[in-house]
């Protein structure tokens, strides 16, 4: 134990007391009495009830002020003790109150108890001796469950805040307010009955130093539902924690702040879950979002001068399931490698897509295959980057046998210079399984769609396979980001040789285009495909306006969805997109940027370039003056009346969407007029979802998290099990977060229950992972990431492949110590 420069009494106590502690906490199968301790003197004492074991609950309310005992403390006494005798018997114990503290130093008496709750007020409470007993018995293994104003205590103890947690602000509103409770952890037995959002009345303390990512965090309080004061914490203001501390076990809550809480059945069911745990009666995890307890390791190194040897310029990532990496290079060159921009030449655009393999086995990487792409910066008119080029990989679901490996990509040698326009597609190819070298001959086109290469941008990029044997491909809406002010990409002026550039109407909003849609087709055997029921459209000419639409498309109204997930437990899509580039909203034109994140459980219309965020619209506009507005888009009843529209007019209803957000902040909503139209005032803004803020935005979905007891033990803790990893390429203010969903509302554009920061466990900043271009877990449980690098259409010395490990082991107590053994 830490002795801390004590007299030499107290540490020849210390000493005594963690002995005699360690006796009597870690005997099993129970916590055994120590010899009879001496009476009490303010002490009550309850029966054990019939059929439990000695397990016992030292509940202290000395107070550091004189005066009358508080009726929050009686309240909380009658709690805990109600709380012990109810439940299965095995999970039964018995309470004992006292206001003395000195049995702290009665080692002999303290060993007793699995557990001490601290139900005090502020203040000096115990003596150096007194704190040095308390200390002694949390390294022997004890348990703390700290309540409320516990966090007052002990002010200039430095182990004793570590022991909380966190010490509540000078500025915390005194004021019972009614607030939102976001349970987060929906495992812990503290936490797993209760409601995600829950909502309660209660004194909302705030903290001086947050302790997120120091502690484990089980519930916050969301600082939007009440007033939090001068010294407001911000979305992340935890209100329930716990971790192992110092050899024991420590829990706290900041709520049970009224005398009313004690009657709350979920409050007495948090404050039961807790007692469960540090009383050793069942095993819980409070190690899972302690950022301590995660690696992040570099797993590629720099190429070699003028070589893509390592990695090429990051666009996208898959696991197979014998633990290999699979890793694309879209096709920017090497900085030092040439770059052709003139139209006129037949390599303009040209660069090389790469497939590497990384092998956990050897920790080698292996440049698998390369394939010639439209992919490198070119020039020409409107040309001044590209965004197409080698996009999306995915292994066949049978991959461990037929080596199968499907690629998104836009081929060189299919692009019409003259035209300005190219092919994409998505091909088969066989991957060797044993020297990791793809056939360049086993092409198999199953299909492609054209794309005009005038002008930059959204290629989109990202697939993912369904439980069915479905494959969904985003494509991005092939527009300009350019003339239309940054708002809807709706401006239908502007073409090369009658193909329009910036009018996304002409793609998104078309349904007989591939682009600016997430598809969903079924590969066959022989390399075609078949499309299964319940896309949006059927594709049928005598149906659907008479051949105005494509059966392939699952989802319409996206503009630049880089990356996709399907979780395969649930079958449901996740997806995320980049918006336009307007900085502000615009009470003429619409909302500003929104870069976006949606759930989706069936085929629909997610609005682009009509509506963004949760049914926002945009602005008209037409020839012959397309700077003039003409009305607003009506999201229930789209319709495409662009004259570079070849599929139908009426278009299906926009479904909101899940998480948008803007420089401002995250979730911008606004009043409405009797049309249902915002105001666009900044003024007039609420921020729905304050954890989220943009600027230079670029969003970048991630996976949903499946807990595998098997996978490993890099595996990321069970806790995570069905959240949903959401980010962003940049690592600023930018989002990099789980977040939790509900169930009943994410198909039809319910915002988040609950959001955690993840940039203390995927480390941000330049020698971390700063600018995040893929994400994903790998059959051993890790996470998988991929690091853009520090310059644009290239590869540099910081782009890499990264995994992300936990390293904190397993939930506590060890079986071995539980209090009670059988079916822990």
């Not at 009358?68 to 309240?75: D, F, G, K, M």
């Not at 994409?424 to 092409?443: I, K, Q, W, Y």
């Not at 459980?601 to 700077?627: E, F, H, I, V």
């Not at 509302?745 to 900043?765: F, Y």
């Amino acid at each position: 134990m830490h002795l801390r420069g004590l007299s030499a009494r107290r540490r020849t106590w210390a000493v005594t007391a963690t002995a005699a502690v360690a006796a009597g906490l870690l005997s099993a199968p129970a916590a055994t009495a120590g010899p009879a301790p001496e009476p009490p003197l303010t002490t009550m004492s309850i029966p054990s009830p019939p059929g439990s074991a000695d397990v016992r609950v030292l509940l202290f309310h000395g107070s550091a002020a004189e005066g009358e005992e508080s009726p929050l403390v009686n309240a909380g006494i009658e709690a805990v003790e109600r709380i012990g005798l109810t439940g299965p018997a095995d999970q039964r114990f018995t309470v004992e109150a006292t206001g003395d503290p000195a049995v702290f130093t009665s080692a002999d008496r303290l060993g007793r108890f699995n557990a001490v709750v601290f139900l005090t007020g502020g203040g000096d409470v115990l003596d150096p001796e007194q704190e040095a007993g308390l200390e002694a018995y949390m390294e022997a293994g004890g348990g703390f469950v700290g309540i409320h104003d516990a966090a007052r205590a002990e002010p200039y103890s430095d182990w004793f805040t570590g022991l909380i947690g966190a010490r509540p602000s000078p500025s915390s509103p005194t004021a019972v307010q009614r607030a939102v409770v976001e349970v987060g952890d929906r495992r812990h037995p503290a936490t797993q009955g209760l409601p995600p959002q829950w909502k309660r009345p209660d004194q909302w303390p705030n903290w001086v130093k947050n302790p997120s990512g120091d502690v484990h965090t089980v519930a916050r309080v969301r600082e939007s539902t009440y007033r939090p004061g001068t010294g407001a914490n911000g979305w992340d203001h935890p209100i329930s924690w716990c971790r192992d501390y110092d050899g024991g076990r420590s829990f706290y809550t900041g709520m049970g702040g009224t005398v009313s809480s004690y009657d709350e059945s979920d409050f007495r069911a948090h404050l039961r879950g807790a007692l469960l745990w540090t009383t050793r009666l069942v095993q819980a995890d409070c190690k899972a979002t302690i950022a301590g307890n995660y690696k992040a390791q570099r797993l590629t190194q720099p190429n070699q001068p003028g070589r893509n040897d390592q990695i090429g310029e990051p666009h996208g990532l898959v696991t197979a399931p014998d633990g290999r990496v699979l890793y694309i290079g879209r096709g920017g060159a090497d900085a030092s490698q040439p770059v052709v921009t003139d139209w006129n030449d037949p390599a303009v655009g040209k660069g090389t897509g790469q497939v590497h393999v990384y092998d956990p086995r050897t920790g080698k990487v292996t440049l698998a295959g390369e394939l010639t792409v439209f992919g490198n910066k070119g020039g020409g008119d409107e040309l001044v980057k590209v965004e197409e080029g080698l996009l999306g990989i995915e292994l066949d679901p049978g991959f461990e046998r037929n080596g199968w490996v499907y690629l998104h990509y836009t081929p060189h040698a299919r692009i019409d210079r003259e035209a300005h326009l190219a092919e994409r597609r998505v091909s088969r190819f066989t991957l060797d399984l044993a020297t990791n070298r793809l056939d360049p001959g086993s092409e198999k086109v199953l299909l492609s769609w054209p794309v005009q290469i005038h002008s930059c941008c959204h290629a989109g990029g990202g697939m993912a396979w369904d439980s069915r044997g479905n494959l969904y491909i985003a494509t991005g809406d092939n527009n300009s980001s350019g003339f239309s002010d940054g708002y809807s990409g709706n401006n239908p002026q502007p073409n090369f040789k009658g193909v329009s550039f910036a009018d996304a109407r002409r793609t998104a909003g078309n349904t007989h285009n591939l682009n600016g849609k997430i598809l969903r087709i079924h590969p066959e055997p022989d390399g075609t495909y078949t499309l299964p029921e319940g896309n949006l459209f059927t594709g049928r000419e005598t149906t659907e306006g008479g051949g105005k639409t494509r059966g392939e498309i699952y989802v319409m109204g996206v503009r630049n969805p880089a990356r996709i997930f399907v979780d395969k437990s649930t079958d449901v899509l996740y997806a995320g997109w980049v918006g336009p580039d307007a900085s502000a909203p615009s009470p003429v034109w619409g909302p500003a940027k929104y870069d976006t994140f949606a759930v989706i459980t069936r085929a629909g219309n997610r609005g682009w370039p009509y509506c963004m965020g949760n049914k926002q619209p945009y602005r008209d506009r037409n020839l012959p003056d397309p700077s003039k507005p003409l009305g607003w888009y009506d999201c229930d009843h789209p319709k495409n009346e662009s004259p570079n529209n070849d599929g139908l007019v009426n278009l299906p209803p926009v479904t909101g969407n899940n998480i948008w957000y803007s420089p401002q902040g995250g979730g911008p909503d606004y009043p409405r007029d009797t049309n249902g139209v915002p105001t666009y005032r900044p003024a007039d803004a609420t921020y729905r979802l304050p954890w989220l803020k943009g600027g230079g935005q670029a969003a970048m979905n991630g996976p949903v998290y499946r807990y595998d007891a098997a996978a490993g033990p890099a595996k990321w803790p069970a806790y995570w099990d069905g959240k949903w990893f959401v980010g962003d390429f940049y690592d600023a203010d930018q989002p990099r977060n789980a977040v939790l969903m509900d169930p009943a509302t994410q198909g039809d554009g319910g915002l988040p229950v609950h959001a955690e920061s993840l940039k203390r466990i995927v480390p941000v900043g330049n020698d971390g992972i700063k600018n995040l271009m893929d994400w994903k877990f790998g059959p051993d449980g890790a996470l998988y990431v991929l690091d853009y690098g520090r310059g644009f259409f290239t590869s540099d010395a910081r782009s890499a492949l990264w995994r992300v490990t936990y390293t904190g082991g397993g939930p506590t107590p060890a079986a071995g110590h539980l209090a009670r053994g059988a079916g822990q």
